[in-house]
Structures are given as structure tokens and as C-alpha cells.
């Protein structure tokens, strides 16, 4: 079945033609082997916003995007945190919705990659700040283009809930408020510098609150007997830290 499945996206998802750019989304999705390989021109199927802009100095540049993960992934018993991208998308965009950069009183931008405030910046919660466009991305210095938050287009050109596939190879997918994360905001203000209320500008923000939710921390569930991921509208948006062997393609530095 899942062979079935990879092989109707690699035939359906060959080439989106992106409105009003001079890109176009070029994406190759096939098992080889037990691993499911997703190779992409990193350039989305929907319109980007203007980079570089007041938030973000870097440019859009396509460049080859290919990872693989386990095509059968099953459940190791422990949880891995800590990675570079939480997935990629159907279309080949990598879901990355933490950042490396800390609250930084020194650094003009007010932030910088120095950790050591404790304070490490969430990318959604301070996407003005990161200059996101309206799908919720933006580019890095290599000019790579990736997701902090869920696609409104992204989503809207599947047919389907499933938008994309874990680090682990466990798959993503979309339902909107079928899906709640247990994550909540801290009550009060934060107790050093950057001081302030928890607003969600930092990742140290959030708490996750068991049963607040439909989802465990790290935003799956078992559905039909199968661990499942899910994007959410609110933090953690995508999954953070994941039940499976997380591929070495996730790891490394930002």
C-alpha cells in the first residue's frame, strides 16, 4: 500500500507551475530501496513573499533539496529532540519551525546565536521579526526556502491531510482543529531578561500540559494503530522531537 502511494505522488507531483514567479516546483518522490527519498528544487507550488525584506536580508535561491527516510518507520522506545528540519513537505519544502538564534540585548536585530540568555527565539512567534511572507517561511543565508508554520497553499493543493513526512518517516498531516496541540503558554512574566509576559517570542514560552490536548508533546497520536504526526495552527506547528530512527539527513547544524 504504502508502495502504491509513493509511486501515484511521484506521478501527480512532477511539476506545479507557481503563479506569477519565475519558478516553477520540481519535486521526485520514490522508495529506494527501505527508504522513501524526496528530491526537490526547493522552490514551493504557490506564490513566495519578498526577500530580501525589513526582517530577513537573504534572497530566494533554488538549489537541490534531497532527503530520505525510513519507508516503514517504527517506534524506537525513546524520543530524539534537538533536530535541524522536523520533515519535508509532499512538494519538497523542509518544515522547520525552530530557529538557532536566542534573545541577544547586544546584537542591533536583538537577537544573534549566542545562547547564552536561554532565550531561544520561536520562529512563529516572532515571524515578524524573522520577516516570514504569508505562508508562513522564509529563506535562510543559503537562500533555501522552508516552512516555520503551516501553508495555506500548501495545504490547499492536496486532496488529501497528508502534507509531508517526519525526520523519523512517520507521516504528517493536516486537519485543522481535528488537531490540538497540548502545548500551552506560561502564565505570568518571564524572570530574566528579556523579561515581559510569556507571549510566545521565545520557545521557553511554552509548556506542554498533558491532556490539554488531543496530541502528545510531540504532536502525534496513534490513528488506526498507526503513530501519526500532525501540523497544528498553534506551537509546536510541527513536530519537535519524534518516536522514530530520526534520519541523518534531519541532523546537523541550522
Known amino acids: 500500500m504504502r508502495k502504491a502511494l509513493i509511486l501515484t505522488l511521484a506521478l501527480g507531483l512532477g511539476l506545479w507551475v507557481q503563479a506569477g514567479e519565475a519558478h516553477e516546483n520540481e519535486v521526485d518522490i520514490r522508495l529506494e530501496g527501505d527508504r522513501l527519498c524526496v528530491t526537490s528544487n526547493s522552490s514551493p507550488n504557490h506564490d513566495i513573499g519578498r526577500f530580501p525584506n525589513r ?4 534572497s530566494f535561491a533554488e538549489q537541490t533539496t534531497r532527503v530520505c527516510v525510513d519507508a516503514e518507520p517504527e517506534e524506537t522506545g525513546r524520543i530524539t529532540r534537538r533536530v535541524q528540519s522536523s520533515g519535508i ?11 538557532a538564534d536566542f534573545y541577544d540585548a547586544s546584537s542591533p536585530r536583538g ?42 497553499s500548501l495545504v490547499g493543493s492536496q486532496s488529501g491531510s497528508l502534507i509531508g513526512w517526519a525526520a523519523d518517516g512517520f507521516e504528517i498531516h493536516y486537519v485543522g482543529e481535528g ?5 500551552q503558554l506560561r502564565s505570568g512574566t518571564r524572570g530574566s531578561a528579556p523579561y515581559g509576559a510569556y507571549d510566545g517570542t521565545y520557545e521557553e514560552d511554552w509548556v ?12 502525534a497520536a496513534v490513528v488506526n494503530g498507526t503513530l501519526t504526526y500532525f501540523a497544528t495552527d498553534t506551537y509546536p506547528f510541527f513536530p519537535r522531537c519524534f518516536h522514530g530512527s530520526v534520519s541523518s539527513d534531519f541532523m546537523g547544524r541550522r
Do not use: K
Open 89 to 99: 513537505s509532499i512538494t519538497g519544502i523542509l518544515f522547520r519551525p525552530g530557529t
Open 208 to 219: 506542554y500540559a498533558a491532556g490539554s490536548g488531543n496530541l502528545d508533546e510531540c504532536n
Open 179 to 183: 488537531a490540538q496541540s497540548g502545548w
Open 55 to 58: 526582517g530577513n536580508p537573504h
Open 111 to 152: 537577537f544573534s546565536r549566542d545562547p547564552s540568555s536561554g532565550w531561544r527565539l520561536e520562529g512563529m512567534g516572532a515571524a515578524d521579526m524573522l520577516g516570514m511572507d504569508a505562508e508562513n517561511a522564509h529563506v535562510d543565508h543559503r537562500g533555501l526556502y522552508h516552512y516555520h508554520g503551516v501553508s495555506e
